[in-house]
């Protein structure tokens, strides 16, 4: 045989197989368009509102011209739920007002420290961590001292959705012999009703 017949029949034999597996292979639809999967976005966790104010006891504070405190963060405790499985945590919150002077926090007087959106739940206790506490009193500067340079209240309350908690921080200015000591008011301090 020719070799061109050959390469005839090579060709026609192989358009006859293709035509026969042709019939037994499925036929593909157009090829898939690529389409990133659905977004799905997490529940928004609900919050409400802190509200943290501080005020000063009357007692060594009349000593005082002035009596600054920094407060460098606010810390709230949160309490696990049993139940979902979570476990405590502190939430770390930057004061709006850094500053503030204890001398003109008397007789009812307040300045709000915090006001943001928190995570809704159990809440055990609120520290104040203080960077400096400065005074003056009689034209001189006076020793004051933030026993382990944080405040803390130890009073339970709870955020509840959408709502406004207002808890109020009690200080109180204690002499010690030529120093002054911050401390808490524990029993005057917590959520106003």
């Avoid at 609900?46 to 501080?54: H, K, N, P």
């Avoid at 004051?144 to 908690?165: A, W």
């Avoid at 009690?170 to 301090?189: H, L, Q």
Wanted: overall charge negative.
């Amino acid at each position: 045989m020719e070799k061109k017949t050959v390469l005839c029949l090579i060709a026609v034999v192989a358009i006859i197989v293709v035509v026969i597996f042709a019939g037994c292979i499925e036929k593909e639809g157009p090829a898939p368009t690529l389409t990133p999967p659905p977004t799905i976005t997490a529940p928004k966790e609900m919050a409400g509102t802190f509200v943290l104010q501080v005020t000063d006891q009357p007692s060594a504070i009349d000593d005082f011209d002035i009596l600054n405190v920094t407060v460098s963060e606010v810390m709230l405790h949160k309490t696990g739920e049993a139940d979902s499985g979570t476990n405590e945590t502190w939430i770390t919150l930057e004061p709006s007002n850094h500053s503030f002077d204890l001398t003109t926090l008397q007789e009812g007087n307040v300045t709000t420290i915090v006001n943001e959106s928190v995570e809704t739940g159990k809440y055990t206790q609120v520290r104040l961590i203080v960077e400096s506490a400065k005074g003056i009193a009689n034209e001189s500067m006076v020793n004051v001292t933030v026993p382990s340079g944080m405040l803390k209240v130890v009073k339970p309350f709870t955020i509840t959705e959408n709502q406004t908690v207002t808890f109020r921080f009690d200080i109180n200015v204690v002499k010690a012999g030529e120093e002054y000591n911050v401390v808490p008011v524990i029993g005057k301090s917590g959520v106003l009703l």
